[in-house]
């Protein structure tokens, strides 16, 4: 098949494909306040990065900037710097279509393929393909020929063995596994008795999936967390929640609120969120850290100011593993 290039530029293309993402649901943010002493602790990183993904051992970020490539920081004197791109062919790769696979080394994504002959990506239409890259030699690997129109949302299970993807095609929504050593697609959206919003996530120990949840009576959501092994569902809110990420230890979910600010919610019950970072920081996406202390954080660019940056930040001690709030 001969895949022809586009015109369209980058910046307009990934903010088109952010803009199918948006799961339409209604419903705003009413949780807690926030401070400015508990919105210190803040690090600057980067400032090119629109997501962000820690590897399992939390010595590594997977980032993607805004040109649409994928860039490695690695640990270095308790912060992440730059060490290299680990894809920078088409600048077209999914924002939310990061997920480490159990090596520590391997990165799933959604992108373009290029075509051969012309060395050109394929038109938007025909959707992107299941890529890896390797964090340390910068190899890529196309996983899988099936294009997807859109992707939510991508997880890889701690045992490195299937993809959670919310992706999106046919103007529908659906929760999906793809088994890596087989390649098989298989569509759980039925049996998880959901309908699927836009971003959902799987816990660190793979046992626990959010759902942004759609209640067709009224075009709103709700959160709700799924037990994989039994299948019971608990609603956690009444509203969607965006950019999901768990604790290490499962027991709360931080979030992107509808005005960029960072909530805290328990995952045991439904509960009121509590703010832990200011509407100004303008925050796009989020990734709680494997030792449960620190969130990544992405910032939006503002026309004529601040580029999009990348920031950790200090998680509050109650919301903390016990071990890491010593």
């Known amino acids: 098949m001969r895949l022809y290039g586009s015109t369209i530029s980058r910046s307009f293309v990934l903010l088109l494909l952010g803009a199918m993402l948006l799961s339409g649901c ?3 943010d009413n949780g807690k306040g926030v401070s400015q002493e508990e919105a210190d602790g803040l690090t600057l990183v980067g400032r090119d990065a629109i997501s962000v993904r820690w590897s399992p051992d939390g010595s590594k970020l997977a980032v993607v900037t805004t040109a649409g490539y994928l860039a490695i920081y690695e640990a270095k004197d308790d912060t992440y710097l730059f060490a290299r791109y680990a894809d920078r062919r088409t600048g ?3 924002s939310r279509s990061l997920a480490w696979g159990a090596d520590g080394n391997t990165v799933y994504y959604y992108d373009r393929p290029i075509d051969g002959k012309t060395n050109e990506p394929a038109p938007l239409e025909y959707g992107s393909l299941l890529m890896s890259a390797n964090s340390n030699t910068a190899s890529v690997t196309n996983v899988h020929p099936q294009f997807i129109e859109s992707v939510g949302s991508v997880d890889a299970t701690p045992d490195g063995k299937l993809l959670y993807i919310n992706m999106y095609e046919r103007k529908k929504y659906s929760l ?5 050593q ?3 697609h298989r569509d759980l959206t039925k049996e998880l008795g959901v309908d699927p919003a836009g971003d959902s996530r799987l816990s660190r120990d793979g046992k626990l999936l959010f759902v942004n949840n759609r209640l067709s009576q009224d075009d709103r959501c709700e959160g709700v967390i799924i037990e994989l092994s039994s299948g019971r569902k608990r609603i956690v809110s009444d509203r969607y929640l965006g950019g999901v990420s768990f604790s290490p230890d499962g027991r709360w979910l931080a979030y992107v609120g509808t005005d960029h600010t960072v909530f805290v919610i328990s995952t045991d019950k439904q509960a009121e969120a509590v703010a832990i970072a200011q509407p100004e920081l303008g925050v796009a996406a989020l990734d709680w ?3 449960g202390d620190r969130l990544a954080l992405t910032t939006q660019a503002a ?3 601040h580029p999009a940056r990348l920031l950790l930040m200090e998680v509050p001690p109650q919301y903390r593993p016990a ?4």
């Open 323 to 326: 071990e890491a709030a010593q």
């Open 176 to 180: 999906v596994t793809f088994q890596l």
């Open 289 to 291: 850290s494997p030792q």
């Open 303 to 305: 026309a004529g100011g």
């Open 182 to 184: 087989e390649g098989l």
């Open 26 to 28: 209604s419903g705003k």
């Open 92 to 94: 077209f790769i999914g």
